[in-house]
């Protein structure tokens, strides 16, 4: 459990990136989930950092939905706000 805790921070992050890009390309959670081919409820706890981890492939599939290089959503700086 605490290499969960470790992370939480960086899957907050990485969730307000999500919400943030799919707002810019105008893509409701369910436009995005569909593209991806995941489930809205699960691009939700994405967003809302409320799971425990996420695969690679998946985290891949949502940058490619969302026309960014996969390293733009898992490059975190202390001082980015999203």
Same mark, same amino acid.
């Given at each position: 459990?605490?290499?969960? !805790?470790?992370?939480?921070?960086? #899957?907050?992050?990485?969730?307000?990136?999500? &919400?943030?890009?799919?707002?810019?390309?105008?893509? +409701? =959670?369910? =436009? *995005?989930? !569909? !593209?991806?081919?995941?489930?809205? +409820?699960?691009?939700?706890?994405?967003?809302? &950092?409320?799971?425990? +981890?996420? +695969? /690679?492939?998946? /985290?891949?599939?949502? &940058? *490619?939905?969302?026309?960014?290089?996969?390293?733009?959503? /898992?490059? #975190?700086?202390?001082?980015?706000? #999203?």
């Amino acid at each position: 459990m605490k290499v969960i !805790k470790i992370y939480n921070k960086q #899957f907050k992050i990485l969730g307000r990136k999500i &919400a943030y890009y799919r707002g810019l390309k105008n893509l +409701s =959670q369910v =436009q *995005l989930a !569909k !593209k991806v081919g995941i489930s809205t +409820s699960y691009l939700s706890k994405i967003e809302r &950092a409320d799971l425990e +981890s996420i +695969s /690679l492939a998946t /985290l891949m599939q949502i &940058a *490619l939905g969302l026309e960014l290089p996969t390293y733009i959503l /898992l490059k #975190f700086n202390e001082e980015e706000e #999203f």
